[in-house]
């Protein structure tokens, strides 16, 4: 584990507006099971509808993520579209994944060689992988070498992300371990095909002050330009290849950011603590999705101290469970931690008279969580 210590990232507020509903988990209930739709040109997407809040504390944000995979053969749409289902809702989605894929391969050994099977299950996996908690690290890495290089297209040193998340290289061959680097070249190609789809407002094409119109925003959180090795002279990575084959992580990517408004971000004060195994502690992943979900509330909800449903904050975190006693004490402790680390300054579950869910009062505490001055 890598020393605690704390970093400033300024983070575009309008992604961080979005980003807890664009990561929400297939067992959230207001998350759709995928579909694959085919367009007129043959492109292909997995489609994952996120409908709007249950409660009226919610942000009623509804989205879209798709996640682009180029054209399919036939029996690959079948095959994607028969399985994606039973996939995404078994807990052991891994498990069943290479299950899955291990038939289909016994079915049909002719057509199915081993780099196709490799290029389904990687599909498959990178629909899951969307902005989970360690690719939420990596998002603010990323954003913060953006705003260090003064650009939305910065240059991504992925021996820096590995490092920052803990790893460490093995003093055999001074390289990281092959299944830490394939998960990372996964992930950024997760994120440079998952485009998301949602309505935001933007000022009003006739000039009238104090109007806005409602216009449908497609937007990557990340479109990967190029990728390179450092010692070959710049020598360019087939990045895709990289993701799905889980070749060689390039060592340096070039990247454009979707989300990138100078004039109109919320500083944060992050820990950069370290990933000890590929498998993050339970409690920093419930942390990580509170605290993105309260940090892009800032962006809307005006009132200090901030109500939000318990209900709501449970989903949010991705605290799904069944046991309702669990999930409290989960979400009690994910509080605690928070205000232990002073992101927040008050955090208490209350029962509101003629409400009909209780709710959390919290106060973010503005020393750690910023608005530019600048807005």
Known sequence: MVEEREYLVPMDAQLLSILATAGAPFKDPLVDLPLVESGIDGQC???VRVRGGLYQDD?????????????LEDDEFDFIQSNLATSVQNPGFRAHTQKVIKALSETDPERHRDAEIRRLQRILLGVSLFCGPRNLETVYLIYKAAYEQGTKTPLIDTRLLLEARGYKRRESIRDYDSNISNQLAQEMLSMHRTEIVFQAATPAQSGKKGYTDVAVVYKNILRIKRAFYRDRGEEEVDFERAGDLTFQLPDIYEVELGFYDEKDTILLSLPA???????????????????VYIMGRLSWDKKNPMWIGKATLLRKSGILGANSSR?????????????????????????????????????????????????
């Open 59 to 71: 942000d009623g944000l509804e989205l879209e993520r798709r996640y682009q995979v180029g054209k």
């Open 327 to 375: 999930n409290n004490r989960l979400l009690q402790q994910v509080l605690d931690d928070l205000l232990e680390q002073e992101y927040l300054l008050q955090a208490e579950i209350v029962s509101k008279p003629g409400q009909r869910q209780d709710a959390v009062k919290i106060v973010p505490n503005p020393e750690k969580i910023r608005r530019n001055l600048a807005n």
């Open 45 to 47: 997407a997995i489609v």
């Open 273 to 291: 603590r370290g990933v000890p195994a590929p498998s993050a502690n339970y409690s920093r992943d419930y942390q990580s999705r509170c605290l």
